[in-house]
Every structure is written in C-alpha cells, then in structure tokens.
C-alpha cells in the first residue's frame, strides 16, 4: 500500500474551523415560546442583534413590531388568555386556601368529640326516635343536644 506523502489533517478541533455564527451577541439558547410568537419573537431578537437590514435601532425594534394590526393582535390574544390564566390560578389558590383552613377547623372539631360524646350523641338519637310525633318540638329538642355534642368548640380569642 501507498503512504501520502501529506498528512490528512481533518476532523477534530481546530481554531476558526466550523459553522460562524450567525447572532453577533454572544452564544444562543433554546427557548420554548407559543407557535403563534415565532416569527414575531425572531424578528424582534434579530433587531436586536443588529440584524435588521432596515437600519432599525434597537429601541424601535418593540414598537416596529407591535405596529402592525396582526402581530399585535396575536400578541393581545396571548396576553389576554396569560391574564385570564393568572385569575384563574389565583382564584384557586384562593380556594384551596380556604379549604385548608376548613379543614384545619373540622379537624380540631374532630379531636373535640370523644367516645363518650359519640356515645351520648347515639343514645340521644335513639331516644328521640321512640318519641311520639307532634310532641311539641321534643324531638327537634334532642336532635340539638345530639348536635350540640357533635358541634366543635370554638376557642375563644
């Protein structure tokens, strides 16, 4: 077999080999945007970067986009369904707040009936139960003291 005469010299790290950038500020990084954004995003970040073969500075760059009717109309839409997204989030956040605090207070309402409680509150109800119907509210009177051990004693502030 045949030696050449010149060493082969490709692959590997070389300086100044490969692809030249294509943004002029510094390296680039992979973000996730709505499909709707792309192009409007790419225009603005090549403004920006001093890409524009307009002339533009960078401070127009905002504005030259938000210009015309249908890239501000996406954008509008996007911010209105985020805002929309936010109230709802925050009206959640709302509620679940007030169910922990329901459920802290069923929970210490729940420590306060004892064996003996939920003995009476049984022998209470079934007491009521042989008591004759029409009998002056008699039967309502017992369901309350039923209910009124049941009932979670609310500290005093």
């Known amino acids: 077999m045949k030696e050449s005469s010149h060493s082969?010299?490709?692959g590997g790290y070389r300086p100044g080999a490969g692809q030249k950038p294509k943004w002029r500020n510094g390296t680039t990084a992979t973000i996730r945007i709505p499909q709707l954004l792309i192009e409007d995003v790419m225009r603005y970040a090549q403004l920006v970067?001093?890409?524009s073969p307009h002339g533009l500075k960078a401070e127009d760059c905002l504005s030259?986009?938000?210009d015309s009717d249908t890239q501000s109309s996406k954008l509008k839409l996007v911010i209105a369904e985020r805002d929309r997204l936010d109230s709802e989030c925050n009206e959640l956040a709302e509620k679940v707040g007030d169910l922990h605090l329901q459920l802290e207070e069923t929970k210490q309402g729940l420590e306060t009936v004892?064996?003996?409680n939920y003995l009476q509150v049984?022998?209470?109800l079934r007491a009521a139960t042989g008591l004759k119907?029409?009998?002056g509210g008699a039967i309502?009177?017992?369901i309350k003291r039923a209910l009124d051990l049941l009932?979670?004693?609310t500290p005093t502030r």
Request: include cysteine; proline fraction near 8%; glycine fraction near 4%.
């Open 49 to 51: 970067d001093g890409q």
């Open 8 to 10: 082969i010299s490709w």
């Open 114 to 116: 004892t064996e003996s």
């Open 133 to 135: 119907p029409n009998a």
């Open 151 to 153: 009932s979670p004693k």
């Open 122 to 124: 049984i022998e209470i």
């Open 140 to 142: 309502k009177k017992e």
């Open 64 to 66: 030259c986009i938000l």
